[in-house]
């Protein structure tokens, strides 16, 4: 032992375990905090559907596409016009609610923090269970909008080939 020096006196202190009160709002909070991100990558979704669908719009109006049958050109360009518009909608829909702390503060800053805690658990419930709705029905949309878009590339693929079939198949005098 060196002179002078002790030992240290090391207290062990337990945090009290969270209150059920405290568990159910961090869920609800991690709960919110999910909806925000799958909103953001749904409409994220949406917006990389609307520009491939413009783009194929603008190809389909501005290319050279009389080798395809005029069918295949009006399907293909109603669909991806169609699924251009689909699109759009989950995009023009408003943002998800979220718990406004500056209300919270200036309705209950007095208030029990137990009576505080569930009322912003209740809020936040609400909350999630709105933005699940609204994301289900921003999710149908996109998947409306990318069965449009592959109808529209099936039919401008289908058309490709009726015209190339008499030159794959050697039956005949087809042009490419």
Do not use: C
């Not at 590339?153 to 030159?167: M, N, S």
């Amino acid at each position: 032992m060196v002179l002078g020096w002790r030992r240290p006196q090391v207290v062990v202190v337990h945090d009290p375990a969270p209150s059920t009160a405290d568990l159910l709002l961090d869920e609800a909070r991690r709960a919110e905090q999910t909806q925000i991100q799958l909103h953001a990558a749904m409409d994220q979704r949406a917006g990389v559907l609307v520009g491939f669908a413009g783009v194929l719009v603008g190809i389909m109006l501005t290319a050279d596409s009389s080798a395809l049958p005029a069918w295949t050109r009006t399907v293909a360009l109603v669909m991806a016009s169609a699924a251009a518009l689909v699109s759009a909608v989950p995009l023009a829909m408003p943002t998800m609610n979220t718990v406004s702390p500056a209300e919270l503060v200036e309705r209950y800053h007095q208030d029990d923090r137990d009576d505080v805690v569930a009322v912003v658990t209740d809020l936040t419930a609400w909350v999630v269970q709105g933005a699940g709705e609204q994301l289900r029905g921003k999710r149908r949309l996109v998947l409306l909008a990318a069965a449009l878009l592959v109808t529209s590339v099936g039919a401008t693929a289908a058309g490709r080939i009726l015209e190339l079939w008499p030159v794959l198949t050697g039956s005949g005098g087809g042009s490419a």
